[in-house]
């Protein structure tokens, strides 16, 4: 079965860093785009960050560019983000995502989520 595991979320104070990863499983990874998407309380889901499956090309958006980097291991089936800078505002839930072509269809699949939570 599909599983995407997200770890590495915590408690951080404002200007600090963490890393996050999403350990997958269960799909053709290193052709699947990978994403991390976040969710504050009473907003909507937002794109974080995003990498191809060849790990060559990246968009970010505009809230965490030059403070977050997106990376992946396809040896070991893992994307991470590696999030510098942090400010009070990028507390949210964050979500693993993956998305594929199984042919005719465009697959997506989510991970649980992580909780971080930046404070003083």
């Known amino acids: 079965q599909v599983q995407l595991v997200e770890s590495g979320g915590g408690l951080v104070q404002p200007g600090g860093s963490l890393r996050l990863s999403c350990a997958a499983s269960?799909?053709?990874?290193?052709?699947?785009?990978m994403s991390w998407f976040r969710q504050a309380p009473g907003k909507e889901r937002e794109l974080v960050a995003l990498?191809?499956?060849?790990?060559?090309?990246?968009e970010y958006a505009n809230f965490v560019k030059g403070r977050f980097t997106i990376s992946r291991d396809n040896a070991e089936n893992t994307v991470y983000l590696q999030m510098g800078n942090l400010k009070t505002e990028d507390t949210a839930v964050y979500y693993c995502h993956a998305e594929g072509d199984s042919g005719n269809f465009y697959l997506t699949y989510w991970g649980q989520g992580t909780q971080v939570t930046v404070s003083s």
């Open positions: 269960g799909f053709p990874f290193s052709t699947y785009a």
């Open positions: 990498i191809t499956g060849g790990g060559t090309e990246f």
